[in-house]
């Protein structure tokens, strides 16, 4: 488990653990959409079984965006006298459009490894 967590931050091929899931070499500091290699460049794997198979990936984005606004209200709460204080959501928009582009990739990764070991 623990080694897979590793394989999906190094963007590896679930199949292979060899290629490459994204053209980029770096999943955390990107701008912009992921380019996704439509199959694996060492063993041929396809990453994308069928038409809107990442379609999942979003529930998962849409989680770890959750997480990651609750994340930032925890530690943003300190920085502020009042419980609720207003001024935390322009910081909770900023951290989210930041983790953006990460978490595309990163969603895709986990909802890949979830699946890998189902063929169609
Ligand atoms: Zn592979």
């Keep these: 488990m623990s080694n897979s967590i590793v ?14 899931v994204f053209n980029e070499k ?13 199959y694996c460049s060492n063993c ?5 079984k069928e038409p809107g198979y990442f379609f999942g ?7 770890l965006t959750v997480a990651q606004g609750i994340a930032t ?6 920085f502020f ?13 900023v951290v989210i459009i930041a983790m953006s582009s990460f978490n595309i990739r990163f969603s895709r990764l986990l909802w890949i490894y979830m699946f890998k070991n189902y063929s169609i």
């Design 7 to 20: 394989h999906i931050l190094n963007n590896d091929c679930p199949h292979c653990l060899k290629g490459k």
């Design 81 to 93: 006298t009042e419980n609720f204080d207003l001024r935390i959501i322009p910081i909770i928009a």
């Design 44 to 48: 041929q794997f396809k990453f994308e």
């Design 57 to 63: 990936a979003m529930y998962v984005n849409y989680g």
């Design 26 to 38: 770096n999943i955390f500091l990107n701008i912009g959409f992921p380019k996704m290699n439509q």
């Design 73 to 78: 209200y925890a530690v943003a709460q300190f």
